[in-house]
């Protein structure tokens, strides 16, 4: 399934920063409009629409949630992705291409939830890929810090602890062995085996060097294309090299270029499997002068058909 420009691109903004340890990812969304990023997609011939920032249920809306382990902030976790669950399952079935704007990683555990469960009426499986320095599998039992945005993932693919989250919101789960995490380079000793225990294909940086983003992303992406899938793509900041993209609160050095940033998304976009987006944990307040929201927007441009040829010289200066 190829995205066609006829398809509207609606805009989410989904302010949760619930789901870290440190305040400012509620800002991300706001500081990914002043980056110009409708404008942008619309400049490349798309049909954009801004739906404004999600609302969150009312604390009372959520009954006191009882999660083994560590799980901080979980009620006001789960206040922003359950209604999220729902409008992402609209959006996606109302047969536009959703981009969710965050907000910290937590809000995928909503977001994909929904658009998985429009793809699996439509008897189409869906893929996820992770781009992220983290692989975010933990669960309460194995986090070091108890922050649910480095459990979205586990969360998606149905690590039972977590299920209190979505509470009775129907929501589908993603088979591991349909994720891939891109670019980690901080994986946690208890996520790791968690990881290879439900067979999470991870691309680790040193794969990336070793091996190359255009084989690694060909090889998912074939998969993807054979089974008959769509692909979720989950866009971290943190996926960068800090250096490049510095607004974010869990920088790891070492992340990828600006040019194998732009590869992937140029392979996304040939590949033309990609159904919905997340672009997540952009902290405007530890940004340098809007760098990362630049950044980042030129990125999701790229996803959408921007040609290097296309693109504006800027400064950041």
């Not at 980056?35 to 629409?49: F, I, K, P, T």
């Not at 209604?83 to 995928?108: I, N, T």
């Not at 699996?120 to 309460?140: I, K, M």
């Amino acid at each position: 399934m190829r995205a066609s420009r006829d398809q509207e691109i609606a805009l989410l903004g989904v302010p949760i920063e619930a789901g870290t340890g440190r305040r400012g990812a509620a800002m991300g969304p706001a500081a990914l409009r002043i980056a110009d990023l409708e404008g942008r997609l619309s400049a490349l011939g798309w049909s954009v629409r801004d739906l404004g920032d999600l609302a969150p249920l009312a604390p009372a809306a959520v009954a006191p949630l009882t999660l083994r382990g560590t799980a901080r902030e979980a009620e006001a976790v789960a206040g922003w992705i359950r209604p999220l669950a729902a409008r992402a399952y609209e959006l996606s079935r109302s047969g536009c291409l959703p981009v969710f704007l965050g907000g910290d990683h937590a809000l995928s555990m909503g977001s994909v939830a929904g658009v998985a469960r429009h793809w699996q009426e439509q008897g189409r499986p869906l893929f996820v890929l992770w781009l992220d320095a983290h692989a975010d599998f933990n669960t309460p039992d194995t986090s070091p810090s108890g922050n649910l945005h480095g459990m979205a993932l586990a969360s998606l693919a149905g690590e039972a602890e977590l299920a209190p989250l979505m509470g009775d919101q129907p929501a589908e789960t993603v088979a591991p062995g349909r994720m891939c995490v891109f670019g980690a380079r901080s994986i946690d000793p208890g996520e790791r085996a968690l990881l290879r225990a439900r067979g999470v294909q991870v691309c680790d940086m040193r794969r990336i060097d070793e091996e190359g983003v255009s084989l690694l992303m060909k090889q998912f992406l074939k998969q993807v294309r054979e089974e008959g899938g769509v692909l979720h793509v989950s866009l971290d900041v943190d996926f960068l090299d800090p250096d490049l993209a510095p607004g974010v609160g869990t920088t790891v050095p070492g992340g990828a270029t600006y040019r194998e940033a732009h590869l992937v998304m140029e392979l996304l976009e040939d590949a033309g499997l990609t159904v919905s987006l997340d672009v997540v944990e952009l902290n405007p307040f530890l940004d340098v002068r809007g760098q990362s929201a630049l950044v980042l927007a030129e990125l999701v441009a790229s996803l959408f058909g921007q040609d290097v040829m296309d693109r504006p010289t800027q400064a950041f200066a």
